[in-house]
């Protein structure tokens, strides 16, 4: 095995981004050393994408915000199916991780009076998403690189080289995370990657790996999520016995650019809605006061007049139904459209320009101008832009423990951000994002470290043999056979049209039971699935490394709601149009049993009083059933 590069660390981190990033820091100021994948080119993660802000209860803006606030908005944006300890800790930890990321040197928009600023968004009772302009995701990655630089330099200062403590393995992507010992005793070994560059491979021997691989959009044809999201962290997680929950969960973020076609799918900043931006059909009129919610009419308003006002005096008014929670808008709008009430392209109007000045708009929506100006020839300053639904994010992923983000019955592998699963319930608030990455990144590598130092498990990591890394390259470089006869990509869009079509916005039971369908018809496919040429920079290689895991990943999130029959968050069934809340009660969980899929219902932790007391026993009555209600004494 000479010809494979050879490393050890104490931690292995799977993912570039937000999450990832937060997770090695933490590692590495816990003494340990840290190897960080990154599929993509370093500081290209999809987290600068997550544009509007960071949802954090500063009370900068709005004196009444507290984590208490918080945790009741990101419950009811679930619709109560949140593990609610990982609920609670994100609210309380969130504004430490912001003032802690201002201290690494990101420069955030100010108040009047020098505070952080924080601006309104969807289901968000206060403003309180703290930003820098509409390049948040861009400033967060900016200054957590930087982070690492700084650890590297000190490193360099104590140890005599930059990568003594951490190594940045860039456009390095893992095909396998290694597991060792039988049973209880089962643990993490390591993993096997390539250099995307070169073809060559990378085997690295580790006792922990934390999965911060983010999530499945481009399983979707239309989506805001870049090339890398082909959900391969999911897949590993289940491959080395992990389980994932709420894959039905899949959130269309309402508003994309729906033209020209080249750039359909790319996102639009719930900032624009955030800072006053209106959704008109081809009417001209304000639809969504005619979709709200009967568990969410007493926050909204119910006329122009009220959600106007609102942006200026905000204790004495109710919200625009615009801030509604993002499943909630995408599916007005999807309504209207089908209603024959859309826009030229097949999206519905929004207009920030009446209402901010040529200048405001450009302060704080910089990139929103320029993606419109270049890609569109639309100036948002003058004219309103056309927008739709896209893939943005999955609320389903990884089942973790809510404290350590160690993965449920495997030890020594974490899993943080958009890949762990239970914070968003049913539905993710806008904002609530990069708070996730930045808490549980941090706790992913605060207990990997704690994991690796744990004396009993010292001395159980074994490494890796020269059989099971030759096994792995192996069937890395199956793509290469002359045998083969599949295009790769050929069989993602394929697969991206069936989930598009038949799992996406709005779903129904004979045509999720056609998906499946479709999908077992594309299993062999995949297993033919060839690369043409050398091992050097070949994107079709690549992917048929990929699809395997993408069709795992499809798989579960079609399975997953076809069994759930009610409609909930980012999960609606035509045949099902209604929230039950027996249905409530459970998660579903995805794992593999004898290398198939296995769909089980697992009841979710009771909410304590300290936390139930919290809400108001009226609004309670809309999600819980009364044997619930009573056993908490809220009925």
Not at 312 to 324: A, G, Q
């Amino acid at each position: 095995m000479s010809d494979i590069e050879r490393y050890s660390f104490d931690v292995v981190v799977i993912g570039a981004g937000g999450a990832g990033l937060r997770a090695a820091i933490a590692a590495r100021e816990a003494g340990k050393t840290v190897a960080v994948m990154s599929k993509s080119l370093f500081g290209k993660a999809h987290t600068v994408m997550a544009e509007g802000g960071i949802a954090a209860s500063m009370a900068n803006v709005n004196k009444n915000d507290g984590w208490n606030v918080h945790f009741r908005d990101t419950m009811r944006g679930g619709k109560f199916l949140n593990q609610y300890r990982m609920a609670e800790l994100h609210a309380k930890e969130a504004p430490e991780r912001v003032w802690e990321l201002e201290t690494y040197g990101a420069l955030f928009d100010r108040t009047p009076d020098g505070k952080i600023s924080q601006r309104n968004f969807g289901g968000h009772e206060y403003p309180r998403l703290a930003h820098v302009g509409d390049r948040t995701g861009l400033e967060m990655i900016r200054t957590l690189q930087q982070k690492i630089v700084q650890l590297q330099q000190k490193d360099k200062k104590e140890l005599g080289d930059y990568e003594a403590g951490i190594k940045v393995f860039a456009e390095c992507s893992v095909t396998e995370i290694f597991m060792h010992g039988e049973g209880d005793d089962r643990r993490a070994a390591g993993v096997l990657a390539y250099w995307r560059p070169s073809g060559a491979f990378v085997a690295i021997d580790a006792p922990a790996v934390v999965i911060a691989t983010g999530g499945i959009g481009k399983s979707f044809k239309v989506t805001s999520n870049s090339w890398e999201y082909t959900g391969d962290g999911h897949a590993m997680a289940m491959l080395v016995g992990g389980a994932l929950i709420n894959m039905e969960f899949v959130q269309f973020h309402p508003t994309g650019m729906v033209w020209p076609p080249s750039v359909k799918g790319l996102l639009v900043t719930e900032s624009v809605r955030g800072d006053g931006g209106v959704l008109t059909n081809s009417e001209g009129r304000r639809f969504m006061f005619d979709y709200i919610p009967d568990v969410f009419k007493a926050q909204y308003a119910k006329t122009e007049e009220e959600a106007d006002r609102w942006y200026t005096d905000p204790d004495n008014n109710k919200r625009p139904p615009e801030l509604l929670p993002r499943d909630e808008v995408a599916r007005a709008i999807n309504s209207e459209v089908k209603a024959g009430r859309g826009s030229p392209h097949g999206g519905v109007f929004l207009d920030v320009s009446k209402r901010l000045p040529a200048d405001v708009i450009k302060a704080k929506l910089p990139s929103m101008w320029h993606q419109f100006k270049e890609l569109a020839d639309v100036d948002i300053t003058l004219e309103p832009m056309e927008v739709g639904p896209t893939c943005h994010y999955v609320m389903g992923g990884v089942e973790v423990d809510a404290d350590t983000q160690e993965l449920i019955g495997v030890k020594g592998i974490y899993a943080a951000g958009e890949a762990g699963g239970g914070l968003h319930g049913s539905n993710r608030l806008g904002g609530n994002s990069l708070s996730d990455l930045l808490v549980f990144g941090r706790r992913a590598g605060i207990y990997a470290a704690e994991y690796v130092s744990d004396a009993k498990n010292a001395g159980k990591a074994t490494p890796l043999t020269d059989a099971e890394i030759a096994a792995a390259s192996a069937w890395a470089l199956e793509p290469f056979d002359a045998s083969r006869d599949e295009n790769p990509f050929t069989i993602q869009a394929e697969l991206q049209m069936i989930m598009n079509d038949l799992v996406g916005i709005i779903r129904d039971g004979d045509e999720m039971r056609d998906a499946l369908a479709k999908i077992d018809a594309l299993k062999p496919r995949i297993a033919r699935a060839k690369a043409s040429g050398g091992r050097e920079y070949n994107p079709g290689w690549h992917l048929a490394l990929d699809l395997p895991k993408q069709i795992l990943v499809s798989e579960c999130i079609a399975r997953a709601a076809l069994t759930r029959e009610e409609s909930r968050g980012g999960h609606t069934r035509n045949d099902f149009p209604k929230m039950d809340p027996e249905w409530r009660k459970v998660n579903l969980v995805c794992s593999l049993k004898d290398g198939k899929l296995e769909i089980t219902k697992k009841a979710l932790p009771g909410i304590p009083q300290e936390l139930i007391s919290l809400f108001d026993p009226e609004e309670l009555k809309k999600y819980m059933t009364i044997e619930e209600l009573n056993a908490v004494g809220m009925a």
